[in-house]
């Protein structure tokens, strides 16, 4: 089951250019998550890190394996609208090769343990098959407040 960018705007309150994700390959109720990034050499953070030699921030890949693991809880709820997904923690995270413009990152997410609303996940990156990062993040949903 792929899921595209419209559908990801709809679970995920990130926007450009912060919203990192660009469709999510398969899918596994609760349980994990393949989605792809797309890296563009025309991307703000580029212009800064490096101009000569640019590298996509680590923090970045990060950030987007939250946001896939965001997805992944969105998912798996009912009512998923009802809710915003906060990144809550991230232990053992090991950057192994960089990325660049021009590579597709395909983030792998498995759910590690859920209590409720409260989810641990194991989070891989990969470009080319070959593991570029790799951590540990939590992640809760809240309900959202009414207005």
Request: aromatic content about 10%; glycine content about 6%; hydrophobic content about 40%.
């Amino acid at each position: 089951m792929t899921v595209d960018i419209e559908k990801i705007m709809q679970y995920l309150p990130h926007r450009y250019p912060f919203l990192l994700v660009d469709r999510v390959l398969e899918y596994e109720e609760g349980e994990s998550i393949r989605a792809l990034k797309n890296v563009t050499v025309n991307e703000p953070q580029f212009t800064g890190h490096f101009p000569t030699s640019p590298v996509m921030p680590g923090v970045l890949l990060i950030e987007a394996m939250a946001q896939t693991g965001g997805i992944l809880a969105f998912m798996s709820v009912e009512k998923s609208e009802d809710y915003l997904v906060y990144f809550t923690g991230i232990d053992n995270a090991r950057f192994r090769q960089p990325v660049r413009p021009g590579d597709q990152v395909v983030f792998v997410m498995s759910k590690q343990q859920r209590r409720g609303h409260m989810w641990k996940f194991k989070g891989e990156a990969y470009v080319d098959d070959k593991l570029v990062c790799s951590a540990t993040l939590m992640a809760t949903l809240v309900p959202r407040q009414s207005s």
